[in-house]
């Protein structure tokens, strides 16, 4: 059983555009969302993070929306750049315990 | 203040060989968590340590696979007499621990490829 459902698995955006990545969960008990960025060959790097008492977090180009109710949370990068060309990665978790990962997306920036 | 690190980075191992991997977690963590990623697939999480404990290993494979994270000395993943379907990336992970806070730092991973 698949606890966190990411979407699209690929997306491709021109350089400049918006890109959305979805994802959604099961176990209302999870309390820590992040979003993770890999490239290939590399270990996956903390994005950015929320937390279920906020709806938005914004860092940057990069923002989190959060919503509870429908237990969903996405991840928007704003001016996409060819650099942001990787495969990213949603994740849940409670706190001080194992992340569960979605099934990543592996994005793509032309220029 | 150096991230955490792995070696080897890339190992090959024929089948029915053991593998040993190693992880450094941060300086300070003492938490650290093992995770394993197929070819075009997410992390799925294997077991987390904390000095000379077992917190959770309900993602380890019953058998073949230990992990410890002794008190002097690195953390290792040990899978014995591999098979082919162990060719993976394997990522270990490290935390303080902080009641209000989840964030795990990755190492680079290693590579194994059984032959």
């Known amino acids: 059983q698949q606890q966190v459902k990411q979407s699209p698995q690929s997306l491709i955006v021109q350089k400049g555009g918006i890109s959305i990545i979805n994802c959604a969960y099961e176990?209302?008990?999870?309390?820590?969302f992040p979003w993770y960025q890999q490239f290939p060959g590399k270990g996956p790097a903390l994005l950015i993070a929320i937390r279920p008492d906020v709806s938005e977090k914004k860092e940057g180009r990069f923002t989190i929306s959060f919503n509870k109710s429908a237990k969903q949370f996405s991840l928007h990068i704003m001016d996409s750049q060819p650099g942001d060309s990787a495969t990213y990665f949603c994740a849940v978790a409670n706190a001080g315990n194992m992340l569960t990962f979605g099934g990543g997306t592996r994005l793509m920036v032309k220029p | 203040n150096a991230g955490v690190m792995q070696n080897p980075r890339h190992l090959v191992r024929r089948r029915g060989q053991e593998a040993r991997l190693r992880c450094s977690p941060m300086k300070g963590h003492s938490h650290v968590y093992w995770y394993r990623q197929l070819p075009e697939e997410g992390l799925k999480f294997m077991v987390y340590?904390?000095?000379?404990?077992?917190?959770?290993e309900s993602g380890m494979p019953k058998e073949r696979f230990s992990a410890e994270f002794p008190k002097e000395g690195p953390s290792i993943l040990r899978i014995q007499q591999v098979v082919r379907g162990d060719s993976a990336a394997y990522f270990c992970?490290?935390?303080?621990?902080?009641?209000?806070?989840?964030?795990?730092?990755f190492g680079p991973g290693t590579r194994l490829t059984v032959l």
């Open positions: 340590l904390q000095k000379e404990n077992i917190i959770d």
């Open positions: 992970a490290s935390s303080l621990w902080d009641r209000d806070s989840n964030e795990q730092f």
């Open positions: 176990n209302t008990a999870f309390d820590y």
